[in-house]
Every structure is written in structure tokens, then in C-alpha cells.
């Protein structure tokens, strides 16, 4: 595969990314949240944030076609799923403070030029009627998987049934650490965030 210097906007564009089951769950502990949270807010608009190499490993259609709920993105919509090899847990943060970032906001409220509705749909999970694919997730038998889905990125979802794990708890804790980092700002600094971002 090429090695490509890409926003987040572009790696997100038209892609589904799985976590393989031979990859650990997420592990960044309040450390390198900070540390992420605080490159971020060193960003200005005139330069950019760098976060590290990721590798991703087009998905072969065998596997996709066993992500039950998921294939409609790939046979009608024409998404290219991958997993994820390296950069992970980089890219499970980005994820996390995505979601954070246009949590409470209104679906039509603008950022950098784009309503919150359209922008849950390129980052976070796509829908189709009642279907609605998290375009990052895991493997569907781990457990971090559903939790992910249901409870950091809020897509409703029968198959959560409350398996907690170490991994899952990291993704929570992840959750508040940037929740709580938000609060302390503003609009126009949301908005630079997350352009700082993406």
C-alpha cells in the first residue's frame, strides 16, 4: 500500500475500518489523552497536527461479508472496509474526540461548513433506513465492539449486552477525560479543534 501524508477527512472518505481480532482493545490511559488533547490545542490554523503512521489492510471480501448489519455499506453504498493494522489506538482517540466534539450540538449547527448530522455520517456511523453501521468498530465478537458502538458513539443497537471489560472501561475513561476538556471551552475553539483534527 502507498505511503500517504492524508487528513482525517480524507482516511474517513468513503471507508469502513475494523479493529482485527488479533489486535489488543484500546489501552491509552489519561497520559496520552492528555498529551493528544494537548497537541491538539497547540494547532493553529496555520499549521498542521501530525499524529502518527497508520496502516490499514483492505479487508477481503470474505471477511466483510461475515460483518453482519455492516455489508450494505460495502454492496450499496460502495465503501472499501479495511482493518486496522498499525495506529490504532490513534485513531480510536480521534474517533472518541470526534464524537465528543459534536455531541450536544444541534444537527443542523454548522461546523467548519458542514451541518452536525452530515459530519456524524462521514466520522462516526452511517445510516440506511433503520440500519446504522459504525464506520470504526472491532471485530464483531469482541466485546469492545458493541460497547463502542452503543455507549461512546451512542448508535442504538440490540445487540449490547453489557459486557464490561479492561478495554471497555479505557474507552469510557476516554470518553469523560475529553468530555470534561470540552466543557472548558467555547464554541469557536470547538470548531478549531476539530478542524485541528480532521
Known amino acids: 500500500m502507498p505511503t500517504e501524508l492524508l487528513s482525517l477527512a480524507k482516511i474517513f472518505n468513503g471507508r469502513l475500518f475494523r479493529i482485527p ?11 496520552q489523552l492528555a498529551d493528544f488533547w494537548s497537541d491538539l490545542l497547540r494547532v493553529g490554523l496555520d499549521r498542521t497536527h501530525y499524529c502518527g503512521q497508520l496502516t490499514l489492510e483492505q479487508a477481503p471480501q470474505e471477511s466483510w461479508q461475515q460483518w453482519t448489519g455492516d455489508t450494505w455499506l460495502m454492496e450499496d453504498a ?6 486496522v493494522v498499525d495506529g490504532q489506538q490513534r485513531l480510536t482517540t480521534a474517533v472518541i474526540l470526534l464524537h465528543c466534539l ?14 452536525v448530522k452530515d459530519l456524524r455520517q462521514r466520522y462516526l456511523a452511517k445510516s440506511k433506513g433503520l440500519l446504522a453501521t459504525c464506520l470504526f468498530g472491532y471485530a464483531r465478537d469482541n466485546p469492545s465492539h458493541e460497547f463502542f458502538c452503543t455507549q ?6 440490540n445487540e449490547y449486552h453489557g459486557v464490561r471489560t479492561v478495554y471497555t472501561a479505557n474507552l469510557a475513561a476516554a470518553r469523560d477525560f475529553f468530555r470534561k476538556c470540552i466543557a472548558k471551552v467555547d464554541c469557536e475553539p470547538r470548531e ?3 478542524k485541528a483534527l480532521t
Do not use: M, N
Open 192 to 194: 478549531r479543534l476539530f
Open 152 to 157: 461512546i458513539l451512542e448508535v442504538p443497537s
Open 102 to 115: 459534536l455531541e450536544g450540538l444541534p444537527e443542523d449547527h454548522l461546523l467548519a461548513g458542514e451541518s
Open 78 to 83: 460502495g465503501y472499501d472496509p479495511h482493518f
Open 21 to 31: 481480532d488479533y489486535q489488543r482493545g484500546f489501552a491509552w490511559g489519561e497520559r
